[in-house]
T-cell receptor, first 112, second 113 residues
Framework: TQLLEQSPQFLSIQEGENLTVYCNSS?????LQWYRQEPGEGPVLLVT?????EVKKLKRLTFQFGDARKDSSLHITAAQPGDTGLYLC????????????FGPGTSLSVIP | NAGVMQNPRHLVRRRGQEARLRCSPM?????VYWYRQLPEEGLKFMVY????????ESGMPKERFSAEFPKEGPSILRIQQVVRGDSAAYFC???????????FGSGTRLTVV
């Protein structure tokens, strides 16, 4: 069983549309990170959210951390083909160390 | 500043051979993580190392796989007697401290023929 679930698993949209992807867990995280991975490359860190209810904006991308720090969402406005990629959320959980746990990802395809 | 450097970028091995994957973390980063990724799948954690220490190897297969991060030089992920099922992309990431955002390398794509 996945500690972090992401939905939808796959998403294909037209250029210019808006979309939201979700990252959910039954566990509380001390912080949550979002990455984008383009084909053939490693993931790139987009943002880290730390406080429950926190909202961060990165150009057309809006990230929100749930009040209870168990879930997060990523909203993209007016999607562009350059947004195509695998979006991974990752929660930081205290174990014997601050462990980063990755979700399975949402694969986004933006069609011109 | 150079990012996380992984080499080789592509590696082809015959069944039964050894594969050695190298990772040089970002300057100033002392925490190294290895992940495996199959096509159309997410990242699977393998091992977390600090200099000369394995902190968490819970994702590493018990046999044939080993990892090290020596005092000097890159981190090495070693796969002995490779099998077809080892074919995957292997990513290394580094961070300046635990729980901080990772910087990933471009990966090594291992193909076992």
């Amino acid at each position: 069983t996945q500690l972090l679930e992401q939905s939808p698993q796959f998403l294909s949209i037209q250029e210019g549309e808006n979309l939201t992807v979700y990252c959910n867990s039954s566990s509380v995280f001390s912080s949550l990170q979002w990455y984008r991975q383009e084909p053939g490359e490693g993931p790139v860190l987009l943002v880290t959210v730390v406080t429950g209810g926190e909202v961060k904006k990165l150009k057309r991308l809006t990230f929100q951390f749930g009040d209870a720090r168990k879930d997060s969402s990523l909203h993209i406005t007016a999607a562009q083909p350059g947004d195509t990629g695998l979006y991974l959320c990752a929660g930081v959980r205290k174990t014997s160390y601050d462990k980063v746990i990755f979700g399975p990802g949402t694969s986004l395809s933006v069609i011109p | 500043n150079a990012g996380v450097m992984q080499n080789p970028r592509h590696l082809v091995r015959r069944r039964g051979q050894e594969a050695r994957l190298r990772c040089s973390p970002m300057k100033g980063h002392s925490h190294v993580y290895w992940y495996r990724q199959l096509p159309e799948e997410g990242l699977k954690f393998m091992v977390y190392l600090q200099k000369e220490n394995i902190i968490d190897e819970s994702g590493m297969p018990k046999e044939r796989f080993s990892a090290e991060f020596p005092k000097e030089g890159p981190s090495i992920l070693r796969i002995q007697q490779v099998v077809r099922g080892d074919s995957a992309a292997y990513f290394c990431a580094s961070s300046p401290y635990e729980g901080y955002g990772y910087t990933f390398g471009s990966g090594t794509r291992l193909t076992v023929v």
